[in-house]
């Protein structure tokens, strides 16, 4: 696919201004915005190359590596889909989907870092459950955080890939499916995950004082029928870390998908899922483009990928049992050599003889004046 002429930079660089004095976003989303307009500009400074081959020289510039930069993500993706191929135990896996309703979007908004935390436990509290009531065995989950819809609406949702295999009371693997056909009643697992994560919120806005304020909306919520989605088993472990993989380290919106900038308004490309997954242009005004876009924006070292049960930490030692594989110590390759193979791209070939190898000539500063980036004008206006 090649590449947007337009990207998020533009849209940050032309709106910013106006979407700062509107909604006054906090300094850490101010920091995030410029992150992304001086991605792999001369403003993060760089390195020079030299071919010792031909002699051409060559300059590339510093990725702000922020992971809500569409432009960083792509080998972030991939080394981290590579890492978890050797901890994925060789079983059937379900994926799972916790949904809650749009009810509850305001109360996001209010507390973000709390809601998405309180969505993560729930959705293990009721995976955990089940396990034990079902199959009497400890499950597994990893958990993959996403908070937006196609047109960029607040939409908060967990993709959790779940294993047909747990360990026992008695500490021996487990299989836990029924005829290898699903793992879990989906309705049953509605049911319970609205109980555990209502039992969240009202926690959390009862000791904050919001509770009287909400129960309206709580209780609108509740009353709806929650939606949790159960896909049919995948195949094997490669399958399922490359699956999850396309989850991971997606960002809001990517380059790609952006058509057109104008003088008032952003139009990109959404799935219209009621129509068939079909393609189709959405147009926004620049301003609610960027504000739909800072909703999605995670709080601060808020960690959006969460290992459970088989696959957390603490039973790294079980897992390696279950796998029937002994600890083996590896030398770290660097980044360089991860691209080499998985891609089979020496970035280090010059690309212009395709025979000579580039070395480094020099490092390219940061540029020192302050300009006109988004994060700039805002501390201007104190």
């Known amino acids: 696919m090649s590449r947007s002429p337009l990207e998020m930079a533009h849209i940050i660089r032309k ?148 294993p047909s295999v747990g360990i026992s009371l008695a500490g021996h693997a487990k299989e836990m499916n029924v005829a290898g056909k699903y793992l879990y009643p989906v309705k049953q697992l509605s049911v319970a995950f609205r109980a555990h994560f209502m039992r969240h919120v009202k926690k959390w806005l009862k000791a904050n004082g919001h509770l009287p304020q909400y129960q309206q909306t709580l209780d609108s919520a509740w009353s709806k029928d929650w939606v949790v989605f159960c896909e049919p088993s995948l195949a094997k472990a490669e399958h399922v870390v490359k699956y999850l993989g396309q989850y991971t380290h997606r960002v809001a919106i990517t380059n790609n998908r952006i058509l057109s900038v104008d003088e008032n308004t952003v139009t990109f490309l959404h799935k219209d899922y009621a129509d068939e997954s079909r393609k189709k242009p959405v147009t926004l005004e620049g301003v609610e483009f960027l504000r739909r876009f800072c909703m999605h924006i995670l709080p601060l070292r808020f960690v959006k990928i969460r290992r459970y049960g088989v696959y957390s930490s603490q039973q790294k030692a079980q897992l390696q049992k279950l796998k029937g594989a002994k600890k083996v110590l590896q030398i770290k390759p660097s980044t360089q050599e991860r691209i080499k193979t998985l891609l089979g791209i020496d970035i280090y070939c010059c690309k212009e003889c395709g025979q000579g190898k580039m070395i480094p000539l020099e490092v390219i500063p940061r540029t020192r004046s302050p300009g006109t980036t988004f994060y700039n004008v805002i501390l201007n206006t104190y």
């Open 15 to 162: 709106f910013g201004k106006v979407f700062h004095e509107k909604y006054k976003p906090n300094a850490y989303v101010s920091r995030v915005l410029n992150a992304i307009t001086q991605c792999r500009t001369v403003e993060l400074g760089g390195h020079a190359y030299v071919c010792d081959c031909c002699g051409v020289v060559k300059s590339g510039f510093n990725s702000c590596r922020n992971r809500h930069c569409s432009k960083c993500q792509g080998i972030k993706q991939m080394i981290w889909v590579d890492d978890l191929l050797g901890a994925t135990l060789p079983v059937k896996h379900y994926h799972i989907v916790f949904t809650v309703p749009h009810e509850l979007n305001d109360v996001c908004l209010l507390g973000s870092a709390a809601f998405y935390s309180g969505l993560f436990a729930s959705a293990w509290e009721t995976l955990r459950s089940f396990g034990y009531t079902k199959y009497g065995a400890e499950s597994g989950a990893i958990a993959v955080l996403h908070t937006w819809g196609q047109n960029l609406s607040l939409h908060p949702h967990l993709h959790c890939i779940v």
